[in-house]
């Protein structure tokens, strides 16, 4: 029960903080408003994926900001200027984006340099490719980009789940399988625990290490893709920061900083915390956006608090399990001659 004690505590915090904000707002009860906020945050929810799965390999990932800004400079000049058609513009960008993320793996296995600094790196090299291709906003007029963001299916009481909402949801299913159901996902979770261990249980740390990164910049470019979609132009500086909304979504979802620990669904619910933070900003009109970065911080800090809480109280847990074995037992042998 203890391992799922902070993806419960968030849950029953988003839970009570919807309630809260129906309140005072009965629209929030309105589908209108839930399929708003999985739109309007279906970008950050999808990168949000990848880097669950990077921390709990007890990485980090600094450049999917910058890969979101490349990626709508990319399509806009692929799809407005050079007549590429969008499908194979997004199919472009989404390998582009997947191969670099690999090469960063790739360089933080082969040098064993830490993940911070690597893609620290590619966060700068990332937007200085995009203010390479260009420096100003570029609109996307493509009857492909039309209909999609005006294709979405009638929820009851008239809300209205757009393609981009639907994509959001498909990469969460799709990572939760990956993470919690698949021998990919159990390696993910050994990276995080110890490299050393992990290696030395025949697991391919490398390639592991490589495969990670690759989906998280593929998620980032697709995350790009997403983005471009709903705002229907590409510019280098989009998303600047969003990293760290990313890591905080994850953190707030109860994944360990330190990697090894971490769920799926914690960081959807991190993103849709997020999300009604500022949708309740927008409904109560008086306050200023950046109440959001505000509550977000005060959320950071007190799940962090939460988390060294709850492995504290584990391992006592743990020690008075091991000194109340009968003296016989093998472990309260091993612990007497250890001491």
Aim: with cysteine.
């Amino acid at each position: 029960m203890t391992r799922y004690l902070p993806l419960l505590i968030t849950a029953a915090v988003f839970v009570l903080g919807y309630g809260i904000c129906a309140a005072q707002f009965p629209a929030f009860l309105s589908t209108r408003v839930v399929a708003n906020l999985l739109t309007d945050n279906a970008f950050l929810g999808v990168v949000a994926v990848g880097m669950t799965l990077v921390i709990i390999s007890g990485g980090i990932d600094l450049s999917v900001g910058s890969v979101i800004g490349f990626t709508t400079v990319f399509l806009a000049l692929a799809i407005d200027r050079w007549g590429v058609p969008p499908f194979l513009a997004f199919f472009l960008a989404f390998v582009i984006a997947g191969l670099f993320g690999a090469a960063m793996g790739g360089v933080i296995h082969a040098f064993d340099m830490p993940p911070f600094i690597v893609t620290l790196a590619g966060m700068f090299l990332a937007r200085g490719a995009a203010f390479l291709l260009s420096t100003e906003s570029i609109p996307i007029r493509s009857p492909a980009y039309d209909w999609i963001t005006e294709t979405s299916f009638r929820l009851p009481g008239g809300g209205r789940l757009t393609i981009v909402a639907i994509i959001m949801l498909i990469v969460f299913i799709i990572g939760g399988v990956l993470l919690h159901f698949t021998r990919f996902g159990a390696n993910i979770y050994a990276l995080g625990g110890s490299r050393v261990s992990t290696g030395l249980m025949g697991i391919r740390v490398g390639r592991n290490t490589v495969a990670i990164y690759a989906c998280s910049g593929a998620l980032a470019g697709l995350a790009g893709i997403v983005f471009s979609l709903y705002t229907s132009s590409g510019y280098s500086l989009s998303a600047v920061g969003i990293e760290l909304d990313a890591i905080a979504a994850v953190v707030i979802g109860g994944t360990l900083l330190t990697g090894g620990y971490g769920f799926i669904a914690g960081a959807f619910l991190g993103v849709m915390m997020q999300g009604l933070i500022q949708t309740y900003i927008n409904f109560d009109g008086s306050l200023s956006s950046w109440w959001t970065k505000i509550a977000t911080g005060i959320l950071l800090f007190l799940f962090i608090a939460l988390q060294q809480a709850t492995l504290t109280i584990s391992a006592r847990a743990t020690r008075r399990t091991s000194t109340a074995r009968p003296a016989g037992s093998p472990i309260a042998g091993v612990a007497r001659t250890a001491s």
